[in-house]
C-alpha cells in the first residue's frame, strides 16, 4: 500500500530538543548567556531562509528558556494577521502564555486604550467612506463647493484642534501604557531567581509571511510600545523576504534595509543546518527501510546511503531548503512504494532526479534526462560544488562522485560506443603506437573505465536499451506522482 507522509507541523513542544536531529541546540546554548546579559530593551532578528527550521529552533530555545526559569513567549505574527491591531494580539499571547497568578493584563488593555481606539476609528472610518460612494458622496461634495471661504475655513481650524486633542491623547495613551508595562514586567522579575532571567523574551514567528501593513504594524509596535528595559523580542525571519515586504508598503526597493536597520538592534544569521542528517531523519520518518526496496551493504544501485547521498548533494548544489527536501522524499516514498516486485530504486540516481524535479522544471528535466546539452550546467554546478566542499561520504571520492553523476544521464548507446572504443584499446589494438601513454592518457583511461563500470552497475533492471538511467528514473517518479498516465 502506497503511503504518504510529511512532517508533522510543530504544536508546543513538550520537552525541549526531544526531537533536535540536527543538533541545533548547541545554536541556542550560545545564545542564552547573550540574552541574559541584556539589560536594556532589545531587538534580534535571527535570519535563515524560509524553509530551514526557524520555527523548530525558536519553539524549543522558548521551551528551554521557560524551563531555566525565563519569562518566554512565542507570537506567531501570520496566526494574527486577520486583526487590524498587533498591541492585542501581543497582549492576547502575554495573557494566554505566562497564567501564573502574575499576569494581570486587563490593566494593559486599558492603558492601551487610547492607542486601540485610534487604530479602530482608523478603519471605522475607512468603513464609513467606503459605504459613501454614489448620490450620498456627490452631495456632500456639492454642499461642501457652496459654503464660504470662511466656513470653509472655520470647518478646517475644527478639524485641525480635532486632530490635535486626539494626538495628545494617544500620546499620554502610549505613555501610560509604557508605564503599565513596565510595571508589569517588574512583577514578573521579582520571581526571578538570577539577574539574568529578570526580563520578558518574546519571539516572533512567520513575521515575513504577514501582509505589508500588518508587518510593517507589528514591528511598529515593538518599537514604539514594548520600548522598554526587560523586554526582548527575537524575530525569526527570512530578512530577505521581509524587506520585500517592507518595500511594498514603501514603495522603493531601498526601503526595507533603511527601515530595519531603525528597529532591529543585532541581526544574526542562522547557520545552514546540514541536508544530509536531515535525509537521514526523513528516511526513518517515511518508514523507507520497510520497504525492503533499499540495502545497506554498498551495492551500487540499492544502498540507501547512495540515495540520500544524491538527494543532499543536488540540495547543497542548488540550496534546497529543508522543507522543500521533506517534499523530495515525499517523491521518493511515492515511487519506491509505487512498484512492487524486483522494481529497482537506482539509490543514487533516485536520489539526484527527486531533489533535481524541484530545481528545474518537468519539461525541461525531461530534456536533460534525454540527453539534452543543459545536463552539461548541472554536471558544472555538481562537480564545482565538491572543489571547495566534502564529497558525499558514501562516493568515497570527488572522481567516483562525478563518474556516477555522468553515468546516471549517460544513455545506452552512448555508452556501447564508449565500450566499442575500450574494448579496442584493451584488447591490443592500438599497440601500433609503441610509445608508452603518458600520465594524462592513462588518467583519461582510468576516468573512461570507471564510468563504464559505474554505468553497468546502476544500469541493473534496464529493458529499454536507448534510455539513460536518468531517464528511467525520471519517469518512474512521474508515474508515481500521477503526472503521466500509469503504464
Not at 31 to 40: A, E, F, K, N
Not at 58 to 85: M, P
Not at 144 to 167: C, M, N, P, Q, R
Not at 362 to 373: A, F, I, Q, T
Request: aromatic share 10%; charged share 25%.
Amino acid at each position: 500500500m502506497t503511503i504518504l507522509s510529511k512532517t508533522s507541523p510543530l504544536e508546543d513542544v513538550q520537552e525541549a530538543w526531544e526531537a533536535d536531529c540536527l543538533n541545533v541546540k548547541k545554536v541556542a546554548d550560545y545564545l542564552t548567556p547573550v540574552i541574559g546579559s541584556i539589560r536594556q530593551p532589545f531587538v534580534i532578528s535571527l535570519n535563515a531562509p524560509y524553509g530551514t527550521g526557524k520555527t523548530f529552533f525558536i519553539r524549543n530555545w522558548q521551551k528551554d528558556l521557560s524551563d531555566q526559569g525565563y519569562k518566554a513567549v512565542y507570537f506567531n505574527a501570520w496566526e494574527t494577521d486577520y486583526t487590524d491591531n498587533a498591541l492585542v494580539a501581543f497582549i492576547s499571547l502575554i495573557d494566554d502564555q505566562l497564567r501564573d497568578g502574575v499576569s494581570k493584563t486587563a490593566s494593559l488593555i486599558k492603558a492601551g486604550a487610547g492607542y486601540i481606539a485610534q487604530k479602530g476609528l482608523v478603519t471605522l472610518a475607512k468603513g464609513i467612506a467606503r459605504k459613501c460612494i454614489g448620490n450620498e458622496t456627490v452631495k456632500e461634495i456639492v454642499d461642501l463647493v457652496s459654503l464660504s471661504e470662511e466656513d470653509i475655513a472655520g470647518f478646517a481650524s475644527t478639524l485641525a484642534e480635532d486632530a490635535y486633542k486626539k494626538h495628545k491623547e494617544v500620546t499620554k495613551s502610549v505613555e501610560v501604557f509604557k508605564e503599565q508595562l513596565g510595571s508589569f514586567v517588574q512583577q514578573l522579575s521579582d520571581k526571578a531567581d538570577h539577574d539574568d532571567k529578570k526580563k520578558l523574551i518574546i519571539f516572533v514567528d512567520e513575521l515575513d509571511r504577514c501582509r505589508p501593513t500588518y508587518a510593517v504594524e507589528v514591528l511598529e509596535c515593538i518599537k514604539h510600545l514594548f520600548n522598554i528595559p526587560g523586554i526582548v523580542f527575537i524575530l525569526a525571519i527570512d530578512i530577505d523576504q521581509l524587506k520585500a515586504t517592507i518595500a511594498k508598503t514603501y514603495g522603493a526597493p531601498d526601503d526595507g534595509e533603511g527601515y530595519l536597520r531603525k528597529f532591529i538592534d543585532w541581526q544574526l544569521n542562522l547557520p545552514r543546518l546540514s541536508s544530509r542528517q536531515f535525509c537521514e531523519v526523513l528516511y526513518g520518518e517515511f518508514g523507507l527501510n520497510e520497504t525492503g526496496k533499499f540495502t545497506s551493504d554498498r551495492t551500487t544501485h540499492t544502498d540507501y546511503t547512495l540515495m540520500m547521498d544524491g538527494a543532499a548533494w543536488v540540495a547543497d548544489v542548488f540550496g534546497l531548503s529543508l522543507r522543500t527536501l521533506s517534499q523530495v522524499f515525499t517523491d521518493i516514498n511515492l515511487c519506491v512504494r509505487h512498484f512492487s516486485g524486483d522494481g529497482v530504486p537506482f539509490s543514487f540516481p533516485l536520489g539526484c532526479l527527486a531533489a533535481l524535479r524541484h530545481v528545474k522544471d518537468v519539461p525541461n528535466l525531461k530534456k536533460c534526462c534525454d540527453g539534452d546539452d543543459s545536463v552539461k550546467d548541472i554536471l558544472k554546478k555538481m562537480s564545482s560544488y565538491l572543489e571547495t566542499n566534502k564529497v558525499p561520504s558514501s562516493l568515497q571520492s570527488r572522481g567516483i562522485a562525478e563518474t556516477m553523476l555522468e553515468a546516471t544521464f549517460m544513455n545506452s548507446e552512448t555508452y556501447s560506443n564508449v565500450r566499442k572504443e575500450w574494448d579496442k584499446w584493451s584488447n591490443g589494438n592500438s599497440s601500433q603506437n609503441n610509445d608508452a601513454p603518458d600520465k594524462a592518457e592513462i588518467k583519461r583511461r582510468q576516468n573512461i573505465e570507471a564510468l563504464l563500470n559505474s554505468f553497468e552497475s546502476l544500469n541493473y533492471g534496464i529493458r529499454n536499451p536507448r534510455c539513460s538511467i536518468a531517464m528511467t528514473v525520471f519517469q518512474r517518479l512521474e508515474k508515481a506522482s500521477f503526472l503521466t498516465e500509469k503504464p
